[in-house]
């Protein structure tokens, strides 16, 4: 079981994702063999994550098997006992609900991860999810509010020393400013 675990990382961090799946769904085909329920669902929960990333870099991040794979490892999630891996996968359904154009559920996915980031000390985590809330707020109308949530994820990510999302959430700030008219010109 750990042997195609361990070949579905090594095919994902080649790229190699459809050779991830194929190993992700023999391994996730073998769990039932697993006795103990924990070591199970732990296993389970990696190999659930995994999937989600090869599914969304094959399907694209609207596909139904890529909730699929993230809404069970939440569920995985809720049974051990949260862990650091919520993130990952609450960042996964968030994206998930975007692309479907389900923004108020995209909102409150980022909204939980939100929480779960504060309450664990996950800067980087919480920096990101700032920021898409922030834009999940914008899409729905609610500008201001967004345009604030996206400075402070910015702001989070620069004290943090984190370069993800440059220059991609600048100029997402900027578009959105520039739509509300609070964008200066020169």
């Given at each position: 079981m750990?042997?195609?675990?361990?070949?579905?990382?090594?095919?994902l961090r080649r790229s190699a994702y459809q050779e991830a799946i194929e190993h992700l769904n023999k391994g996730l085909?073998?769990?039932p063999a697993i006795p103990d329920l924990p070591e199970r669902n732990q296993q389970e929960l990696a190999l659930q994550i995994m999937l989600g990333a090869a599914l969304t870099a094959t399907k694209g991040y609207a596909a139904p098997e890529v909730e699929h794979a993230y809404a069970r490892a939440r569920e995985l999630c809720q049974q051990n006992g949260e862990s650091p891996q919520l993130s990952i996968i609450l960042n996964g359904l968030s994206r998930f609900y975007v692309v479907r154009g389900e923004y108020q559920t995209?909102?409150?996915q980022a909204g939980e991860l939100i929480k779960f980031a504060s309450d664990q000390g996950l800067l980087l985590w919480l920096a990101w999810a700032m920021s898409t809330?922030?834009?999940?707020?914008?899409?729905q109308g609610v500008r201001e509010?967004?345009?604030t949530q996206i400075q402070q994820g910015l702001t989070d990510h620069r004290a943090?020393?984190?370069?993800i999302g440059r220059p991609y959430q600048p100029a997402h700030l900027q578009?959105?400013?520039a739509?509300?008219?609070s964008l200066k010109k020169d």
């Open positions: 750990t042997y195609l675990g361990q070949a579905a990382e090594t095919a085909a073998q769990l995209a909102h409150e809330r922030g834009r999940e707020l914008v899409r509010e967004g345009i943090i020393g984190s370069h578009k959105h400013m739509n509300m008219g």
